[in-house]
């Protein structure tokens, strides 16, 4: 056969052509969107993505086969709503631009945000060196299907991020051993007494403070934090404003959730006077940007340590912890649809991560479960400061959330103080009664101010009869 070299070049031109022709490119989800996740029950949930500009999008639900559509925006992203059945599944979401992506093992359930620093961060197989008690055993029986996890992977970003690094998964001893022990613990009573699958979203990074996880829009009314510019660098992430809000929670704002539990507090100890209008301006915030209204916010307040061990460099303004404790039992005036979990029974002296991480996940559950649930019959709230009255040289304190009383289980209290005019404190002698605590010390004879449990690090020895202690508390408001 004759050779024929112009038929030759046009097939080498056509198979070449074909070769390199552009391939429609595939739908893109963030990572929150995953085989695996957990979508709010009940509810108009939030789904994005992005394709190409102007491109049709369709998102099919299988547990009703409702077929939702939208066009991407000239930037390519596109965003809609799905609504959600009663808890259950797995069931799977396609989502199509053309090309069909498919979404399998998908459950229905109750979503929560677990955020904060290194408290909530412990992963249940503990940190190097620093165990979480009981944990192997945990870890070692917690396969279930109905509950999943994603951990935020750490990311400080000097612009906001649209998306993050993590994955869906089933609990397992292989993912619950790297995820959140309290938030673990939380999850499980959660899934436990409602019987429904639970999502949990682990957004943490250890020895970060509260504006690390706020935006230069949140903290324009807090003229003393510096914001980073451009030419800064940058020393500590953690620590650093708008970081950890930019590479960390702006990619998770807007997923449809019940709520959020912190975990945060010891890395802003030195400066409680802020912390107390920096910490509500923050909650404020974040429930605007997520567009849901007053979610509920329930956190932890920090367990007592000896904060003077800390390198000096560290230190400075208040160094008693007590007061951001104060701070913290202040909040819940200040932030709507909130409750705080107290931990002043279980904090280690030279410990600033205590081991019973359970106590703490179990305390935050309390509160969602009656709070946001509606369960009754139990207690759920640490019994709060209430009132002082005064007569002659005896000061009686009252209590509230205390529905079967005070005990201190047949102990001495020995966390009181009281002081005069001149603001001295001195230990008092306490008499318990069943909603209140009457004090007094033979060194002040006009008492004005009493505290409870005010030093960095103390044991609490105040409870109601539910067994969940008091917090801290100072009926003054002096600066020392």
């Not at 673990?184 to 996880?213: K, M, Q, T």
């Not at 200040?334 to 002043?344: E, H, Q, T």
Request: charged share 20%.
């Amino acid at each position: 056969m004759k050779f024929n070299r112009l038929k030759f070049c046009v097939l080498i031109f056509l198979a070449t052509g074909l070769f390199f022709m552009p391939v429609k490119a595939a739908i893109k989800l963030p990572s929150l969107f995953t085989d695996n996740m957990v979508l709010q029950q009940l509810s108009e949930v939030n789904i994005w993505g992005w394709a190409k500009a102007g491109e049709k999008v369709s998102v099919i639900t299988s547990w009703n086969n409702k077929k939702y559509v939208t066009i991407a925006e000239t930037s390519g992203k596109w965003k809609l709503k799905v609504a959600t059945p009663q808890a259950g599944g797995p069931y799977s979401l396609t989502i199509s631009d053309g090309t069909a992506k498919t979404l399998n093992n998908v459950m229905i359930g109750e979503v929560w945000i677990c955020t904060g620093q290194s408290n909530m961060e412990m992963p249940m197989k503990g940190f190097k060196g620093t165990p979480v008690s009981g944990s192997n055993d945990v870890i070692l029986k917690s396969k279930n299907k109905n509950m999943r996890l994603f951990t935020v992977a750490r990311a400080s970003k000097r612009e906001p991020q649209e998306d993050c690094s993590g994955q869906w998964q089933e609990a397992n001893p292989e993912s619950v051993s790297n995820f959140s022990a309290t938030g673990y613990y939380f999850g499980r009573l959660l899934n436990e007494l409602l019987d429904v699958p639970v999502g949990l979203i682990s957004c943490n990074y250890g020895g970060s403070n509260a504006e690390a996880w706020m935006n230069s829009e949140m903290l324009k009314n807090f003229s003393e934090i510096k914001i980073l510019q451009k030419s800064d660098s940058v020393k500590e992430p953690n620590r650093t404003p708008i970081l950890l809000f930019n590479g960390m929670l702006n990619p998770i704002i807007g997923y449809s959730i019940k709520g959020c539990i912190w975990y945060q507090g010891e890395s802003n100890y030195d400066r409680p006077d802020q912390y107390e209008k920096l910490f509500p301006t923050m909650v404020k915030e974040w429930r605007t940007l997520w567009g849901q209204g007053d979610f509920p916010f329930y956190y932890a307040q920090i367990a007592p340590y000896n904060y003077a061990q800390l390198p000096p460099y560290r230190k400075g303004g208040k160094y008693n912890s007590a007061f951001l404790r104060d701070a913290q039992r202040k909040s819940m005036d200040k932030i709507s649809n909130s409750a705080m979990a107290v931990l002043l029974d279980i904090g280690e002296e030279n410990n600033i991560h205590p081991a019973n991480k359970e106590v703490g996940g179990k305390r935050l559950a309390y509160l969602a479960l009656a709070k946001t649930y509606g369960i009754k019959g139990f207690g759920y709230a640490s019994p709060s400061y209430e009132s002082l009255t005064v007569k002659d040289s005896v000061a009686t304190v009252t209590f509230q959330n205390i529905p079967n009383g005070l005990t201190s289980f047949d102990k001495k209290l020995s966390n009181f103080e009281v002081a005069g005019a001149d603001k001295k404190f001195y230990p008092a002698n306490a008499v318990l009664g069943r909603k209140s605590v009457s004090v007094s010390s033979p060194m002040v004879k006009k008492p004005v101010a009493v505290r409870y449990a005010f030093k960095d690090f103390v044991v609490g020895d105040l409870f109601g009869t539910e067994g969940l202690p008091a917090s801290s508390f100072r009926t003054d408001d002096w600066d020392e």
